[in-house]
C-alpha cells in the first residue's frame, strides 16, 4: 500500500493533548509538522523532523492542518426552494415549523435522481469547505414510502443516517387530535418498520412551542420505539423557547440534543452530568434573527459542546462550517480554540465516534488543509474560502 507523508506543515492541529510533540492543550497543537496516511487511514503524524520514509510526499508549504470537520446535524435530501420564507423572516415574520411542508411537497414531487443530484451537490459544497464526515437527516417526506427513499438515498453519502419522521405532523394528519395520534402510532410503526434499515440514528423535533411539532410525551413514544429498533437517539429540543427537549434527551440517553437556545439552570446541570452533547447551531440562529445559545455558560459548566451547520432549506440554507465558528466566535462566547474543537472533535463525539475529529494513528484520514499558517484564521477572516478537504496530490521523492 502507498504511504504519503504531508511535510511542510506550519500547524498542525491534532485534538489529541496526549501527544508528546503537541502542546498539551486540547487541540494538541503542533508546529513543523508532517502527517503520513497509507489508505484511508492515519498511519503517523508528529514533528517534521522525525518524519519516517514514505513513498512519496507532498510539502504543504506552510499551511495549517485540522482534522476535516464532522458535520454531525443537516437535512440534505430536498426540493424545492424557500427563498421567500427567509425574505419574510428578515422583516419580522417569526419561525414556526410551519414552512417545512412546503419542502415536503417539492421532496415528493422529485424523482430519486432528482433527489440524488441534490444530495450529491451539497455533499460536494461541504466537501469543498474542508467537512468530512456529514450527518443527514430524512424528514421532508413525512409518510412511509418517501422517508425510507430519502435514508436509501442519504446513506449513498453517509453512514450517519438518521431518520427524522417525526420532524413535523404533515398536513393531512393535522386538524384533529386523533389524526395527529394517527401520524405518531405511524412513525412509531410502520414508517419506522421500513425507515430502520437504512438509518443509525433515530430523531424528533420536540418543541411545544411549535403546533406542527411534538410535545414531550409524543417524543418520547417515538425515541424509545427506535431504541427498540436498533437505533440511536438524538434530539432537536429547546430551540423556539423553553421546553423538555434536553431533560428528555438525557433520560433516554441521546448522543446530542441539538440547537439549545433556551436552557435553564436545570437544563445545563442535566446536560453537565451526562454524555449527551449539546449540538449549537448558529447559523440557525443567524438566518431567522434569533438569540444566539450561550456557548460560554454551556462550556463553563462543564458541558460537551458541538458546532454543526444544520444546512437545511427553511432555517439555515448554509453548508459552511467555516462560518458557524465565526460566528460561534463573535455572538457566543467561544474562544476560536473552542469553536474548532466543537466543529470536530466535540462533533464527532455527538456521532459517538472515535475515529474522525482527530489526527492520530489509526484515525481517518480526513484532513482539511487550510489557506493560511494557522487555525486562528478561520474566524479570522469569515467569508473567505480557505478551508479545503486534503486530496492526494502527492510529489514522488
Known sequence: ??????????????????????????????????????????????????????????????????????????????????????????????????????????????????????????????????????????????????EARALRIAGEFTEETTFLGAHVVPPEFRGSDSARADYVDLVCGEMLAACA??????????????????????????????????????????????????????QVGAASVD????????DVETLAGSSTVATLLPGVEFSTRSPYPDARRLLDAGVQVALASDCNPGTCYSSSIPFAIAVAVRDMGMTPAEALHAATRGAAKSLRRHDIGVIREGARADLTVLDAPSYLHLPYRPGVPIAHSWLREPVTG
Open 259 to 266: 440547537h439549545c437556545t433556551y436552557l435553564s439552570d436545570a
Open 1 to 146: 500500500m502507498t504511504s504519503y507523508a504531508l511535510v511542510g506543515i506550519g500547524q498542525l492541529v491534532t485534538n489529541d493533548p496526549t501527544h508528546e510533540d503537541g502542546d498539551g492543550s486540547p487541540l494538541g497543537l503542533i508546529d513543523r509538522a508532517a502527517v503520513v496516511v497509507e489508505g484511508d487511514r492515519i498511519v503517523w503524524a508528529g514533528a517534521e523532523s522525525a518524519v519516517p520514509d514514505t513513498d512519496a510526499r507532498q510539502d504543504l508549504d506552510g499551511a495549517a492542518v485540522i482534522p476535516s470537520f464532522v458535520d454531525s446535524h443537516s437535512h440534505l435530501v430536498f426540493a424545492g426552494d424557500r427563498s421567500a420564507e427567509f425574505a419574510a423572516r428578515m422583516t419580522g415574520e417569526p419561525y414556526d415549523g410551519g414552512g417545512i411542508a412546503v419542502s415536503m411537497a417539492a421532496t415528493r414531487a422529485a424523482d430519486d435522481d432528482q433527489l440524488r443530484r441534490l444530495v450529491a451537490a451539497r455533499v460536494a459544497e461541504m466537501r469543498a469547505q474542508g467537512t468530512g464526515v456529514v450527518e443527514i437527516k430524512s424528514g421532508y417526506g413525512l409518510d412511509v414510502a418517501n
Open 197 to 250: 434499515p437504512h438509518a443509525r440514528w433515530i430523531d424528533v423535533f420536540c418543541e411545544p412551542h411549535s403546533a406542527y411539532a411534538f410535545t414531550a410525551e409524543e417524543s418520547e413514544r417515538v425515541l424509545r420505539a427506535g431504541l427498540a429498533a436498533g437505533l440511536q437517539a438524538r434530539v432537536h429540543g429547546n430551540q423556539l423557547g423553553h421546553g423538555p427537549g434536553v431533560q428528555l434527551a438525557v
